[in-house]
């Protein structure tokens, strides 16, 4: 191959995991090409829930909107005994908070979800090369072949990097030669059906309980007349394929000949996969999302943590890319890796608990969120570092309302949104700290923000009414660096200045930048209260 055109990075599938990573590398400013095997888009409902810190992700990468219009909270469930039907609470209603925008699991399915990310690659300038197989990977010092097959035939495309987000069948995972260490229940059967219904109530996911630990599932899909049928299948049981034959299977099950499915969708036979990837990285090939994880379904858990790998791997490769040591993108696996097993053990329990309606395993709450993982203890985020009283390096950052110098109310996420890190003085020394610290002109920029003392060169807020105080704990001057994805990157509660500058030397293009920025100058604010 004569002086190919080299890119920067090189998605393999399509999926919510790798149209995230897509839109995030794009934003980013990188050479970025993403094929799926697939001819169309996913059709399905499969992955119906996203999780509060999903919603999260999905604002700063700029889905948000479409995802809200396009689904709902959860019904309750309705767990069906004979002619009775018994409301069950399985999602707390939780309303927004100061620190939380979206407490509540949303439901939408997944087909709306892959569109609003596709759109979002759209508008943003780049599209999923649908019908592209890769068949075959070769890896050099410095960059990756990947040989793609279409119906256009084959195709060497050449990357500094490759991310294999292809699924559980992963052909990424296949030619790295990764093991993919669990286990696979093959009698353990899902036959899961959207279609359109009458004759069933839509304010209520349905559960009807059967022997052996067969059930059968009903939940409505938002703004449609479709449902997601769940019909657990017996050990030698030949799943339906035919509308009338699943339908007969409904009614043998229910006993109620009042539902009616007029138009079948999709459908799918589900096996509980519970594998983890004993690597995410083979030198310059990763692997995000189901490749590098499969759980049950149980605690909508697989497409989140999927979502997350790709919000965590992308400013890592654009990093790096800028010039940042290599080493920072060997942290993707130290942090997500362990987020991932702890997920298969809690998504393991739930499955076991649903065949017999266990009310514990039925409930949701803050375990399925998502909004308490944390990176705390891995390569980023030492033990040793410094802390306030709530808050740990690795944790989540909260939101907070803040009131700008002009007294505009103003979210802290919508501050936090974009590709850069962002650095917050709380206090005076804090403040003079931020104004001498050096940043890299290459890779993300950092926005500054200093609260209740005014700063040149720093964008100047009061904490009013006290939100971030309370969310982040804090009791007198702190210096914090928020990461790109939204977790703590550090935190000094004295020794600003030089704690700081060493922990963005980990996470920047510092040893190659040959200059040193302050961002943009803004007009100095006035003095504010904290």
């Keep these: 191959m004569n002086n190919p055109h080299v890119i920067d990075a090189l998605i393999v599938g399509a999926g919510p995991t790798g149209a995230a990573l897509a839109i995030d590398l794009v934003r980013r400013g990188c050479d970025v090409r993403i094929i799926d095997r697939s001819p169309h888009a996913f059709d399905g409902s499969r992955a119906k829930g996203l999780q509060p810190r999903s919603l999260e992700v999905l604002e700063d990468l700029g889905v948000l909107d479409d995802v809200l219009a396009g689904g709902s909270t959860y019904p309750k469930l309705g767990l069906h005994a004979g002619p009775l039907a018994v409301p069950w609470k399985m999602f707390p209603h939780k309303e927004a908070t100061a620190d939380v925008p979206y407490p509540n699991t949303w439901l939408i399915p997944q087909f709306r979800t892959d569109r609003a990310l596709r759109a979002r690659l759209s508008r943003l300038g780049r599209e999923v090369e649908s019908g592209r197989e890769l068949t075959e990977l070769t890896q050099g010092e410095d960059t990756v ?22 699924g559980g069948s992963s052909a990424v995972r296949k030619q790295l030669g990764v093991g993919f260490v669990g286990t696979t229940h093959e009698s353990d059967r899902m036959l899961i059906v959207d279609a359109s219904v009458t004759g069933l ?95 049950t379904p149980a605690g909508a858990q697989g497409l989140n943590t999927g979502l997350q790998d790709g919000y965590n791997l992308g400013w890592k490769l654009a990093q790096v890319l800028a010039g940042a040591d290599g080493t920072l993108l060997d942290t993707y696996e130290a942090e997500r890796q362990p987020i991932a097993a702890g997920v298969l053990g809690l998504s393991t329990a739930k499955w076991a608990g649903i065949a017999k309606l266990d009310p514990s395993s039925m409930k949701r709450g803050k375990d399925e969120q998502q909004l308490s993982l944390t990176y705390y203890g891995g390569p980023l985020a030492p033990v040793h570092g410094m802390r306030t009283s709530t808050l740990r390096v690795g944790d989540r950052a909260p939101d907070a309302e803040l009131l700008s110098a002009d007294r505009v109310a103003t979210r802290l996420f919508d501050i936090f949104r974009g590709p850069h890190f962002t650095a ?33 060169d720093a964008l100047t807020f009061s904490d009013s009414a006290n939100t971030l105080r309370r969310a982040y704990g804090l009791k007198g001057d702190t210096l914090l660096l928020i990461r790109p994805d939204g977790y703590i990157g550090h935190i000094a509660t004295t020794n600003f200045l030089t704690t700081a500058q060493s922990a963005a030397r980990a996470m920047t293009p510092w040893a190659r930048s040959r200059t040193m920025s302050q961002p943009p100058h803004v007009a100095p604010a006035r003095e504010a209260t904290a």
């Design 145 to 166: 072949v990947a040989r793609v097959a279409g119906t256009d035939g084959t195709q060497d495309i050449v990357a500094r990097y490759v991310v294999g987000a292809d």
């Design 201 to 295: 109530a839509r304010n209520w996911w349905h559960m009807w309980r059967g022997p052996g630990g067969g059930f059968i599932g009903a939940c409505p899909l938002p703004h449609s007349d479709l449902f997601q049928w769940m019909i657990r299948l017996a050990p030698n049981e030949e799943p339906p394929s035919k509308g009338d034959e699943i339908v007969r299977r409904i009614h043998d099950h229910t006993r109620d000949r009042r539902i009616q499915l007029h138009d079948i969708h999709w459908t799918s036979v589900f096996r509980p996969n519970i594998r983890l990837a004993e690597s995410y990285r083979r030198g310059r090939v990763f692997l995000a999302g189901d490749a590098a994880h499969v759980h």
């Design 424 to 456: 917050i003085a709380y206090g005076p020394e804090a403040a003079r700290s931020l104004g001498q610290l050096a940043w890299p002109t290459a890779g993300a920029p950092l926005e500054r923000l200093t609260v209740g003392t005014a700063a040149a």
